[in-house]
């Protein structure tokens, strides 16, 4: 029963990422971009013209192309076996994660979330709890752990090649609000930075959840206490566009997590640095094909994608192309879906969880904590605010 | 009749790209990526059981999957309209080009053709003359030229931001054979060495067209005369493993082509560095989504690829993703794709070609003719050699 | 009277940068390296062999090596005008700057000292008295803001074409005693480490405060309020090796900065960037003949020390090369002596002062409330912290 | 007699050097960067009143400032030996060199002369057989090779970490006269592009030789035959602007050298890579504290300056800064400076040639042999053209 679900493709639903979407359509040529998957249904935006605009522009059975999510999962739960999606695509505004996931997990779906998962931290608990008693796969797509430098950085430090590790500093600067500050863009009006649709937060809940889940995939290590000001340098701007903070990890280490809107003329400068004993190393996300060791001798060691000698299994098998062939966003993204499609194909067959390396609702969960935590100690006459769960 | 083809995936077929490959799954995401096909027939490999095991994992209808590409042209040609195939990418070993695209061609498909085109000059012209009469779409796979930035930098260039060009740098250095010329891994005996199967040139028919392209596609110049010296390192090596020459453009300019595949320790490195009388430019491969500008009065512009104020419509069209989240080859190879749906659609909609922006049966025969020079330049006592046409 | 000081090499003295010394070469390359002083005595270490044979290897008159800086300050005074000393450095361990210092400005001479200028807030404000009531020259070598590219950046900010300034983030990472703190390396026991010698901090004393002394000279802010944490790593270890903060500035700007010495791998990778509601710049001090200027609109501009376009006066005269011929730490370090040479020639002439380009006696006063402030809000658990003054 | 030359500082002249020479100060910054030499005499132009003036910039005795250089020579001569120069640095326009550099071998001076030695093969020589007779010290200031990390470079070939060399590249790009193609500077006549001045190539002869000393150094091998082509993009220019050729070495390696002022937007781009069987190494002057190790698995090692693990002694022994602190033009020009010292102290000690590691006149004939020899090459019809000696 299901296990045929091995020997083709899977079926996707999508909801949201309709016209003029910047992360629908990159779910969509991730999740297809090994051919495991294609998109049959959706419910690509609230506007029901614009929705069948996207179905139309997908070649998707127009039958199978929905007014609400609402609609989409009860018709979609009527399907027989050989039609029945294996996995919904969740990529609303954030404030809609929750009902949505919501609604597809009740009617026995397995879910891919954008994130951040929520926009409390009390909705993250009750959906990870709704999907534990569901027995439905739940992946999150933090994408940029699906970096295989990224997965080579994370084995070098469990290894111990890097000694015990004292200090990370990791950062997300990016520029694209800094016109804002002086108001030169006073038209746009993001739902990013509206608290009813993007939550509490804009900075943190953005982008400085990858960052905090970006160390937490690298370092192993977990966050005891944070020292953070969140800040709105844009007028009128109820929400966070830049978030920096001390961090005590749990074992001694310490570090600096610093993500940022207005940091201008920066693009999407993910990196992280990570300091023990004996070595250290740093990735950054726009040369995402390199890892470089730093050794305190007074030498540099850039490691390629690709490289046969990497100690992770899961990064060399993760090479579409060989060193010197740059891999990019889209390809990290794909691999998040990749791992994602071994826990869905396993839901699907009745099987046990494979155990696959891609964010899961727990990570939705923790990242909930850090935002909470993060707005928290900012607001803070205290120093050091103990990380939430 | 066959307008209805603007509307739908189109339908492709493959030939080659079977187990083990590396170009042929390449051609595949690149085609799907942007959801406009779907690979729907293919005869993936000379052993019909190799054939059928990648037939099956691409979830293929058995009956689509060929034993041999003559059997597939001929049984394709005689789908109806609703089921033919749109066109057939040939990624088999080079050697075998001209007899597969000849086929294909004489059977009225459309034609995706990876480089080099042919193996002889001769056939190169044989198959432009045949596709010429047939009238059937052909599209070369130089990917290179499908990055944004190389798109930028071509613009650059046509508009006179550099001023006239005097001097053109184009490299192509690989190191994954250094390590054969001491015989260290003898073991291995690939068909790009094998004259039978890569025609009379491995490192300038592999990699030196792509030089010559990229070299043509951004400065517009036509080389007049070539003064090459092909080298095989490689003990009994019969065929070329490094290639460079200087050269003289129709115009004035001069410059210097050197492609390598024993240059140690290189990856994929071609880039190219034009010099006109007020700047000069630089594009790397290995960093594709930069473009650099150099001011004489001792500045640098990295331009990202994203940017708003590119001044090439086709580089800001070509954005999957914003600036700082890095696109990568296949990327690339994709945007070729793209561009040959254009005329691809055009021909099955009997409507004139639309002058999409893609390599063509003419860039093939201008590479085949870019070979036969180097070798004979090479051979030859003389300075100066005529580019053949 | 004393006029002639313009046309003539000054006459300096050095206390300290006997044999094995770092600094102190240092200082003898910076000073000489226009042929505008040159070193005449000195008294090189408390260990009077020592003293002499570094006097030796300079080819300094013996009579003028001295066995105590007491004796040198006392004998030198009593020299006429055609032979006395013009300025003094003094490049002994820190916690003897206080004493030689005042020690030679006590009898009348201009002083150039290395930094931190003493070992405690009082002593400094001690010194600053001294130097005020005594009207000689005191220049302070916060080296770092003498590479002409910082002078630049500095320059840039202040004519406003980054906008108004929201974020700086200024990092000293070193890793030079990351194997201490697994015991590697016992047998070194420095100077730096010890409270005796050092003062009250190790790394805040020795490179945080010319992390904030860089940051004050480019962005012209004043930090209003530290949230730091002072951190030792190293067993045992008394004082700080890493020391990392949150900073709000007086109007509005925020900021990042951090030092360490236990960043395994790092060289001395000082740097800043500067982010306003226009750009972002950013400098590095192992690349610094370069400043980098960031665009929202996705591209980066990188200026070349040298170029004739820079805005910054000084920046442009203080090129001994032209740009591609990179000059580096040394330079740097003489073009603080550079302009600290225009205000002791006044001070020898008599002249007011001129206001020269170079760290003072109140830049010393700043780094010790800088340093004495971070370590109080380190112990604090209040969140911020008054800068003290 | 003479011994005491290895404790005192050397006494040096200078030809050459005055108002708004760029060559002059580096040789004095340089030669005195250590404290291991001093200028006491010179002549410092053709212009008496200019001599004048650059000799009381440099707080010379005005006795020993000549008006001309063969007085200089004679009155010089004359000296006892403890005034006596120990050294005569030339920095006059190349046309002087052999006429100045003859004049004071003759007169017993050991010679520190710029680059290129002479402007014809006969003149160098001539010079070389003049030296060998005269028995003096003759250093040539091949400045590039003074850079640690190019001995380092050296040393790493020589002991066969890169495995047999099969293939060079070196570059030497400048784009200082690319706004001359134009005519965008007209009223700039340099002497550089004046054959009278300059010799037969000013390119070849200015930079392309630092490109072939630089590889001769670090590879050790010997070039055999050149196929060059030198052009004259700017209108009416005499001289060579851009120079290419293909190399082969004795022993079967190939190369390119590349030499170039219309290189819009490069700055002093020297740079070289070497590719043996089993690494590659890279090494660019604009990032010259660096060198860059490339090994066919997939990965660079970056060594810095500095290191302990480095295996070049003197390339350790040179060190007046730690890594991270960047040494530039002036410390490897001051490198070739001290190696010299040892040849010259030991000459005028009456000791042997202590063998130190700096370029003789041997290599300035060299220099001249390839000058000659491009230059034939460039005009010939045969592709090959034999290394003149």
């Not at 971009?33 to 013209?49: L, N, P, Q, T, Y």
């Not at 026995?108 to 409390?120: A, E, H, L, Q, R």
């Not at 579409?320 to 966003?329: A, D, L």
Request: hydrophobic share 35%; proline share 5%; aromatic share 8%.
């Amino acid at each position: 029963m299901g296990k045929d679900v091995y020997n083709r493709r899977l079926r996707g639903g999508m909801v949201g990422g309709g016209p003029g979407a910047f992360i629908g359509p990159v779910h969509r040529m991730a999740a297809t971009m090994d051919g495991e998957a294609e998109f049959v249904a959706g419910c690509f935006s609230r506007d029901a013209a614009k929705s069948k605009e996207a179905g139309d522009a997908l070649h998707l059975d127009p039958a199978r192309v929905y007014r609400s999510y609402r609609e989409m999962a009860e018709q979609e739960a009527k399907k027989p076996a050989g039609e029945k999606l294996d996995f919904v695509s969740i990529v609303v505004t954030t404030a809609y994660h929750y009902e949505v996931a919501r609604c597809f997990v009740e009617h026995g779906f397995n879910v891919v979330c954008d994130k951040p998962m929520t926009t409390s931290l009390e909705d993250a608990h009750a959906l990870s709890d709704l999907v534990g008693k569901a027995g439905t796969a739940f992946v999150l797509t933090h994408n940029y752990t699906g970096y295989p430098m990224v997965k080579e950085a994370r084995h070098r430090v469990a290894t111990g090649e890097l000694g015990r590790v004292n200090k990370v500093v990791v950062e997300y600067p990016q520029g694209w609000l800094s016109q804002l500050v002086e108001g030169g863009a006073s038209e746009i009006s993001m739902w990013r930075m509206d608290p009813a649709q993007a939550g509490p937060s804009n900075c943190t809940g953005d982008i400085g959840i990858h960052a905090e889940n970006l160390c937490r995939y690298v370092t192993g290590l977990e966050i005891d206490e944070v020292c953070a000001e969140a800040s709105s340098f844009i007028p009128d701007h109820k929400l966070d566009d830049d978030s920096m903070m001390l961090l005590r990890f749990k074992g001694g280490a310490k570090g600096i997590l610093y993500a940022s809107q207005i940091s201008s003329g920066e693009e999407n400068g993910l990196n992280i640095r990570v300091y023990g004993t004996k070595k250290g190393l740093q990735w950054w996300q726009e040369e995402p094909n390199y890892l470089v060791l730093k050794d305190p001798a007074g030498y540099q060691t850039r490691l390629s994608r690709g490289n046969p000698d990497l100690v992770c299994a899961i990064a060399k098998e993760y090479m579409r192309t060989p060193f010197g062939h740059p891999e990019g966003f889209i390809e990290a993204f794909a691999n998040v879906y990749r791992e994602g499609f071994k826990t869905i194909r396993a839901q699907v067959a009745g099987d046990p969880d494979p155990g696959a390396d891609h964010p899961t609702v727990h990570d939705g969960v923790a990242g909930l904590a850090f935002i909470a935590t993060v707005l928290e100690s900012s607001k803070s006459d205290r120093k050091w605010t103990k990380m939430k769960s």
